[in-house]
């Protein structure tokens, strides 16, 4: 997904939940092809058809990935008519020559659905053409197969990286808690305000206390008139009365779905805020160094590119896993649980 995109359920981050959705869509349209053809010209069975190239279907999966979905893909794709016939092979990025074979063609996400040949109907918009002259199903996956992983199959950040995010961030929680949640947002994604005001954050504090703590870290879209605007105006309420009126306002914020400047001062001063200051910090534009570095670092390290860009973190082994979008509760306490177990 492009840095114009909010991820509603997570692709920038192990997202092919978008992957079988447009499978899905793609069922749909193409029945309603083979069905409106049959049923609305009669000559349909006397038309004599052109016989096609074989079609095979390479599915590369890794067993390291638990939200990669793979067999649900694999059963949708098999639904699609216009793959009747089609020969399925499995294959897992350990396999012998799989990984060199990824590398050249590119593809450095998985699961990956490589097919033989393209002028497939229906699927012809989603397949992009490989250097081996193969062809690539666009699945919206997310899972890196390369990158440096833990036994436990988590990626591994190093120690001076999660000191940089954590030094001049405002934790909520436990600062010693051997979890960290890192919340890539801003505060005019709707996404966000939907997975605040399900009470996901609240839910999660809750259950696991002493053990968790949140960071919320800046990650203004572009596409986001007020986002910036109102990064600015959380941090120089923080610079006055430090993290509780922070995430007060955030809080607020995201339940009244309302990121407008104006509205962010007056509820700023009703946190006792001094107008005056707040309204010299912002002119000077005091923290936008520091707003475009959460971004950067976001971005460069855990690949987030919309919002909420959500990272759970084992701050003792280094361990994170990316969720990207409004998860559920349960998506969450199922990452948290891994990274504490044993």
Known sequence: MSHHNEHEMSGQNNNVLVGIIILL????????FFVGRNMGNPWTSNTPTQEVAALDITIIDDARCTTCQTDTIVDQLKLVPALAGATFTEKQFTDDGVSEMLK????????????SRNGIT???????QLPSGNYSLALG???????????????????????????????????????????YSDLECPYC???????????????????????????????HANAKPG??????????????????????????????????VDEAVKLWANKESLESCLAASTYEDKIDMQ??????????TGTPGNVLINNE????????????TASFEDVIDRLLAK
């Open 231 to 264: 990064a600015e105006v959380l941090e120089c309420l923080a610079a006055q009365k430090w993290g509780d009126a922070f995430y007060s306002l955030i809080e607020l914020s995201f339940s009244e779905e309302n990121s407008k400047r104006s509205f962010l």
């Open 104 to 115: 050249d063609e590119g593809i450095t996400t998985l699961p990956a659905a490589i097919f």
């Open 193 to 223: 305000a939907r997975l605040h005001n399900s009470g996901t954050p609240k839910e999660i504090m809750e259950k696991y206390g002493e053990s968790i703590n949140m960071i919320f870290q800046h990650f203004p879209l572009d596409f």
């Open 317 to 328: 082994t280094g361990e994170y896993e990316v969720l990207s979008g409004a998860y559920p």
């Open 141 to 183: 996956s997310t899972f890196d197969p390369f990158a440096k992983r833990s036994e436990r199959g988590f990626l591994v950040m190093e120690k001076a990286i999660l000191d940089t995010i954590k030094s001049g961030a405002y934790v909520k929680g436990n600062t010693a808690a051997p979890i960290t949640w890192l919340e």
């Open 295 to 304: 971004q950067k670092i976001g971005a460069d390290t855990f690949g987030i």
């Open 122 to 128: 229906g699927l012809d918009a989603y397949l992009n």
């Open 25 to 32: 869509l793609v069922i749909i349209a193409v029945l309603a």
